[in-house]
């Protein structure tokens, strides 16, 4: 496939887990489903939002090839397959091709803290193991060090690496990685909150939690940047602003699965070490929801 494949819209898709914790296919394929009929162009499993780190390697595996079976050909999958381990993620994208996903999502190496030249070997060895695309997730939040652009704009040159999804919070770095990057490498934007911002900075679109919710309103906003119509644009981003910062009230999926079981969809409860809402957080989720769903009725 080739990059401008992805979309505008990918959404990160949460896992839902059955009564008992296992996860849940039926109910995953159902969600799939609503988000491609709500806008989502690519659809990314196993990412952060999936709870991936609680994920064993075999749940995942079953998840891609649920997604692969019933997507192929429709929609792009793209499998989160990122580790802190070189070999683990070598091992992980090379199952996850041979299952048929379309794309892999790669994070910088977590807690273990690699140097520049430690991330760009990293990358560059998953890259050489597999044919299919690949998207760097850089997310110093999680990771504890940000990847550069430099060292991004080393790793373009490798060809199925094509894209980056920049949750850094920074403009600037967006701004910076457009100038040191071919034109035809994508850059995707990590925040829900900062979409416009970084569009305006050069990016294609954004790898999304709130598409859970607002898939068809978040397209429209991208779709007013597009044609330079700021003024809808910033219409859209204000009126989505906060059920933005409200799904990230506390840690990513827990404010989003709550409002997913708001919406009918059948959750379960996240896994340890991650727990559900308390009152307190689940009523500010809720007044959020119920005033978004409000504006776009």
Same mark, same amino acid.
């Given at each position: 496939?080739?990059?401008?494949?992805?979309?505008?819209?990918?959404?990160?898709?949460?896992?839902?887990?059955?009564?008992?914790? *296992? @996860?849940?296919?039926?109910? +995953? $394929?159902? &969600?799939?489903? /609503?988000?491609?009929?709500?806008? %989502?162009?690519?659809?990314?499993?196993?990412?952060?939002?999936?709870?991936?780190?609680?994920?064993?390697?075999?749940?995942?595996?079953?998840?891609?090839?649920?997604?692969?079976?019933?997507?192929?050909?429709?929609?792009?999958?793209?499998?989160?397959?990122?580790?802190?381990?070189?070999?683990?993620?070598?091992?992980?994208?090379?199952?996850?091709?041979?299952?048929?996903?379309?794309?892999?999502?790669?994070?910088?190496?977590?807690?273990?803290?690699?140097?520049?030249?430690?991330?760009?070997?990293?990358?560059? *060895? @998953?890259?050489?193991?597999? +044919? $299919?695309? &690949?998207?760097? /997730?850089?997310?110093?939040?999680? %990771?504890?060090?940000?990847?550069?652009?430099?060292?991004?704009?080393?790793?373009?040159?490798?060809?199925?690496?094509?894209?980056?999804?920049?949750?850094?919070?920074?403009?600037?770095?967006?701004?910076?990685?457009?100038?040191?990057?071919?034109?035809?490498?994508?850059?995707?934007?990590?925040?829900?909150?900062?979409?416009?911002?970084?569009?305006?900075?050069?990016?294609?679109?954004?790898?999304?939690?709130?598409?859970?919710?607002?898939?068809?309103?978040?397209?429209?906003?991208?779709?007013?940047?597009?044609?330079?119509?700021?003024?809808?644009?910033?219409?859209?981003?204000?009126?989505?602003?906060?059920?933005?910062?409200?799904?990230?009230?506390?840690?990513?999926?827990?404010?989003?699965?709550?409002?997913?079981?708001?919406?009918?969809?059948?959750?379960?409860?996240?896994?340890?070490?991650?727990?559900?809402?308390?009152?307190?957080?689940?009523?500010?989720?809720?007044?959020?929801?119920?005033?978004?769903?409000?504006?776009?009725?």
């Amino acid at each position: 496939m080739s990059n401008a494949q992805f979309g505008r819209l990918i959404t990160a898709m949460i896992t839902p887990f059955d009564p008992a914790g *296992a @996860v849940d296919m039926e109910q +995953s $394929i159902h &969600i799939a489903d /609503y988000l491609v009929e709500n806008g %989502t162009e690519t659809i990314l499993v196993a990412g952060t939002t999936g709870e991936s780190p609680t994920l064993t390697h075999d749940e995942e595996y079953a998840l891609f090839d649920a997604m692969v079976k019933r997507f192929k050909g429709k929609v792009p999958i793209m499998a989160g397959t990122g580790s802190n381990s070189t070999r683990t993620a070598i091992a992980a994208s090379q199952k996850a091709e041979q299952i048929g996903v379309d794309a892999l999502l790669q994070v910088v190496p977590y807690y273990n803290k690699p140097s520049q030249e430690g991330m760009y070997q990293h990358f560059k *060895a @998953v890259a050489e193991s597999v +044919s $299919i695309p &690949i998207m760097l /997730y850089n997310i110093p939040g999680r %990771t504890g060090v940000n990847m550069l652009p430099e060292t991004v704009a080393r790793l373009a040159s490798i060809p199925n690496i094509v894209s980056i999804k920049e949750a850094a919070g920074d403009v600037e770095q967006a701004k910076a990685l457009r100038q040191v990057l071919p034109d035809d490498f994508l850059i995707y934007s990590g925040d829900d909150a900062l979409t416009v911002d970084f569009m305006k900075a050069g990016a294609a679109g954004v790898v999304s939690v709130a598409s859970h919710i607002a898939g068809r309103q978040i397209q429209e906003m991208m779709q007013a940047v597009v044609d330079e119509d700021w003024a809808t644009a910033e219409q859209w981003n204000q009126r989505l602003m906060p059920l933005f910062e409200g799904l990230f009230l506390t840690s990513n999926p827990v404010p989003v699965k709550h409002a997913m079981r708001l919406l009918g969809f059948a959750m379960g409860a996240p896994r340890l070490p991650l727990v559900d809402l308390t009152d307190e957080e689940a009523q500010k989720v809720e007044v959020i929801l119920d005033s978004y769903l409000e504006s776009v009725s």
